[in-house]
Nanobody
Framework: QVQLVESGGGLVQAGGSLRLSCAAS????????MGWYRQAPGKQRELVAT???????NYADSVKGRFTISRDNAKNSVNLQMNSLKPEDTAVYYC????????????????WGQGTQVTVSS
């Protein structure tokens, strides 16, 4: 079955960096668009970034210029490099996969990971 496993979360001071990874298995990775979402306590889930099968990227305005999404089809993984972190970036970050990019944008992706906690202290 399809599995998405996130890693790389943790506690970091404001201004610091973290690199999240999502390892995918059970699917033909190159056929899937990928995305990262986050959800802070008491808030709705928020789309952070997406990357298409052709590696076209899109970002939420709140993270543009600070976060970079990338994919490694040889390793079946998608990464999220997060720089200049702010306390408002604190959330559980989720990886999502779907063969149709707009389903990721709509939040209705076929597959989701369990999430990894990112905490940014001020």
């Amino acid at each position: 079955q399809v599995q998405l496993v996130e890693s790389g979360g943790g506690l970091v001071q404001a201004g610091g960096s973290l690199r999240l990874s999502c390892a995918a298995s059970g699917l033909t990775f190159g056929n899937y668009a990928m995305g990262w979402y986050r959800q802070a306590p008491g808030k709705q889930r928020e789309l952070v970034a997406t990357i298409t099968r052709g590696s076209t990227t899109n970002y939420a305005d709140s993270v543009k210029g600070r976060f970079t999404i990338s994919r490694d089809n040889a390793k079946n993984s998608v990464n999220l490099q997060m720089n200049s972190l702010k306390p408002e970036d604190t959330a559980v970050y989720y990886c999502a996969a779907d063969q149709v990019w707009w389903r990721i944008v709509r939040g209705t992706a076929d597959y989701w990971g369990q999430g990894t906690q990112v905490t940014v202290s001020s």
